[in-house]
Structure formats: structure tokens, C-alpha cells
């Protein structure tokens, strides 16, 4: 299974921009649909996006359309999520998450379809 590693978390201000990266190891990285939520107290985790095994295609969340962009590198085993013109919305321990299948139609939406999952970084925006 594969293990899986966040980085880039911080305290920014509304508008600024921000990098997440997730680190893999431990299995085939290239076999995983890759995928980034986000939770906050008392409620459910939330889909950011989610990235194909190849790249090609990315799903996003309604609420980060537009905004945040996400991308891997499968010779590094990393995906990425790049966040622009953040609010305080996005607020929020952000998880990454692999899934062993093919993102295709609605599959990979939820956090139940995923196997492995990272430990969360804490993003914070101030107003």
C-alpha cells in the first residue's frame, strides 16, 4: 500500500497563492488516481480534486473551480495541488489520497473510494 506524505501547509492571507505536494512511496505510483481533500471540524471531508493516473484528466471540487489547479509528476511519485486567491473558506486540514482504478465518469469523488491517505496539512487563510 502506498504511504503517502503532505507538505506546504501554512498561515497565508486572503488572496494569496499556495503549493501543496504530497509525496508517495511504497507502491506504483502510476497505478494511482490521486486525489486531495480537505476537512474542517464537524464536517464531512471534502473533495478538492482529483488527478488520472496519467494526468490527463483532473476533476475538481464546485467550490475550487477556477482556482486551484492540481498536477503530478509520476518520475517524482508527487502530486501537486496549487491554490490561487485563497478565502478563509478554504480554511481547512487538507489530506492527500490514492486510489487504487481509473478516474472516469463520478468515480473518485468521494472519500471512500480511496485506499491510502496522507497525515493532513493544516492550511489557514486569514481575512
Known amino acids: 500500500q502506498v504511504q503517502l506524505v503532505e507538505f506546504g501547509g501554512g498561515l497565508v492571507q486572503a488572496g494569496d497563492s499556495l503549493r501543496l505536494t504530497c509525496a508517495a512511496s511504497?507502491?506504483?505510483?502510476?497505478?494511482?488516481?490521486m486525489g486531495w481533500f480537505r476537512q474542517v471540524p464537524g464536517k464531512e471531508r471534502e473533495i478538492v480534486a482529483a488527478?488520472?493516473?496519467?494526468?490527463?484528466?483532473?476533476y475538481y471540487g464546485d467550490s475550487v473551480k477556477g482556482r486551484f489547479t492540481i498536477s503530478r509528476d509520476n518520475a517524482k511519485n508527487t502530486v501537486y495541488v496549487q491554490m490561487n486567491s485563497l478565502t478563509p473558506e478554504d480554511t481547512a486540514v487538507y489530506y492527500c489520497?490514492?486510489?487504487?482504478?481509473?478516474?472516469?465518469?463520478?468515480?473518485?469523488?468521494?472519500?471512500?473510494?480511496?485506499?491510502?491517505w496522507g497525515q493532513g496539512t493544516q492550511v489557514t487563510v486569514s481575512s
Open positions: 488527478i488520472s493516473r496519467s494526468g490527463t484528466i483532473q
Open positions: 511504497g507502491g506504483t505510483f502510476s497505478t494511482y488516481v
Open positions: 489520497a490514492a486510489g487504487l482504478g481509473y478516474l472516469r465518469g463520478s468515480r473518485y469523488r468521494s472519500a471512500n473510494e480511496y485506499d491510502s
